[in-house]
């Protein structure tokens, strides 16, 4: 908090944005273990027409390529319009049907299974899905099912739950490129709807990445392959998208690389990584948000392959 002089600890609670997806893509796997969910049910199985119309692609997307990111729908936070709506009302608690308004009649990336582009969308569409297989929140079920099993005190999903303000990392960003640091700690970009919100520290964090890859406590073997099949290269990425968790730091040696997932958002930037040949996990949060063009971007990046060679030597 640069307001108040205080410095960012591992203790202090962040916001962790899209690693939630990796906590909403291990809850789809333990409810398709359980077989309330099919991997390739389609979407539509469970999704009115109403609630997809407009949508394109939709009416072929599933399960599988929603948490692959393979079904070429547009994705909202890339919406011009939903950032102004974003700036123009800044702590709005956004509803999932709300969200999809800023996609609706968007034109596909490529058709559905040619190729891999993230997509927030995605994973919002996950997130509606979980809810109408089991008539409950999505956010209970990751509290009941992930966080409170496996002992994430610290870990919160906004706005269902409120993280306490006395030990929530401030946000910053040079929002309007004139070298000055914004205060964005209030800006909700769709938090809570299966893409973003989770507010944890980077202990929580570094815990779950373990127990999930290490230490395996989490999800059968068999579902851990399927998490961890990763396609084709997305385009001028270093990384590959698995179903709901990433194969990141692919630029390095062959052998250096992790499971986990990157989070960024408006204000804040967070890693949680596994490296299984080197039996290391990397956890870090940033207090400012890296994902959009800024001068701080490179730095950033140079610092995250800084802790990368640190590890390895």
């Given at each position: 908090?640069?307001?108040?002089?205080?410095?960012?600890?591992?203790?202090?609670?962040?916001?962790?944005?899209?690693?939630?997806?990796?906590?909403?893509?291990?809850?789809?796997?333990?409810?398709?273990?359980?077989?309330?969910?099919?991997?390739?049910?389609?979407?539509?199985?469970?999704?009115?027409?109403?609630?997809?119309?407009?949508?394109?692609?939709?009416?072929?997307?599933?399960?599988?390529?929603?948490?692959?990111?393979?079904?070429?729908?547009?994705?909202?936070?890339?919406?011009?319009?939903?950032?102004?709506?974003?700036?123009?009302?800044?702590?709005?608690?956004?509803?999932?049907?709300?969200?999809?308004?800023?996609?609706?009649?968007?034109?596909?990336?490529?058709?559905?299974?040619?190729?891999?582009?993230?997509?927030?969308?995605?994973?919002?569409?996950?997130?509606?899905?979980?809810?109408?297989?089991?008539?409950?929140?999505?956010?209970?079920?990751?509290?009941?099912?992930?966080?409170?099993?496996?002992?994430?005190?610290?870990?919160?999903?906004?706005?269902?739950d409120i993280p306490p303000s006395n030990s929530v990392a401030q946000g910053y960003f040079d929002l309007y490129?004139?070298?000055?640091?914004?205060?964005?700690?209030?800006?909700?970009?769709?938090?809570?709807?299966?893409?973003?919100?989770?507010?944890?520290?980077?202990?929580?964090?570094?815990?779950?990445?373990?127990?999930?890859?290490?230490?395996?406590?989490?999800?059968?073997?068999?579902?851990?392959?399927?998490?961890?099949?990763?396609?084709?290269?997305?385009?001028?990425?270093?990384?590959?998208?698995?179903?709901?968790?990433?194969?990141?730091?692919?630029?390095?040696?062959?052998?250096?690389?992790?499971?986990?997932?990157?989070?960024?958002?408006?204000?804040?930037?967070?890693?949680?990584?596994?490296?299984?040949?080197?039996?290391?996990?990397?956890?870090?949060?940033?207090?400012?948000?890296?994902?959009?063009?800024?001068?701080?971007?490179?730095?950033?990046?140079?610092?995250?392959?800084?802790?990368?060679?640190?590890?390895?030597?």
């Amino acid at each position: 908090d640069i307001e108040k002089d205080v410095d960012f600890l591992p203790c202090h609670i962040s916001k962790s944005a899209s690693i939630t997806k990796m906590l909403v893509g291990t809850l789809t796997f333990m409810l398709i273990e359980e077989g309330k969910l099919g991997l390739d049910d389609p979407i539509k199985k469970w999704l009115s027409a109403k609630t997809l119309k407009n949508i394109k692609n939709a009416d072929q997307a599933t399960l599988r390529t929603c948490l692959g990111h393979r079904t070429g729908i547009a994705d909202l936070i890339v919406d011009q319009e939903f950032y102004l709506a974003v700036l123009n009302n800044p702590d709005k608690f956004w509803e999932e049907t709300e969200l999809l308004e800023f996609v609706r009649g968007d034109d596909p990336v490529f058709p559905h299974g040619d190729s891999v582009k993230y997509s927030n969308t995605n994973t919002l569409l996950v997130a509606m899905v979980i809810e109408a297989a089991t008539g409950r929140q999505h956010a209970d079920l990751v509290r009941e099912r992930i966080l409170q099993p496996l002992g994430m005190d610290k870990t919160y999903y906004y706005w269902h739950d409120i993280p306490p303000s006395n030990s929530v990392a401030q946000g910053y960003f040079d929002l309007y490129n004139n070298g000055t640091l914004v205060n964005l700690t209030n800006y909700n970009t769709g938090s809570g709807n299966g893409y973003g919100g989770l507010y944890s520290n980077a202990l929580d964090l570094l815990d779950f990445v373990e127990d999930l890859f290490r230490e395996k406590r989490v999800l059968s073997q068999s579902s851990l392959d399927l998490v961890l099949s990763f396609g084709q290269k997305e385009k001028d990425k270093d990384r590959l998208l698995g179903l709901g968790a990433m194969k990141s730091f692919t630029e390095r040696a062959t052998d250096e690389f992790a499971y986990g997932h990157s989070g960024r958002d408006l204000g804040y930037s967070a890693d949680a990584f596994y490296f299984p040949n080197q039996d290391m996990t990397l956890s870090f949060m940033v207090n400012y948000g890296t994902d959009a063009k800024s001068d701080l971007q490179d730095v950033f990046f140079d610092f995250r392959k800084a802790i990368a060679d640190a590890m390895m030597k």
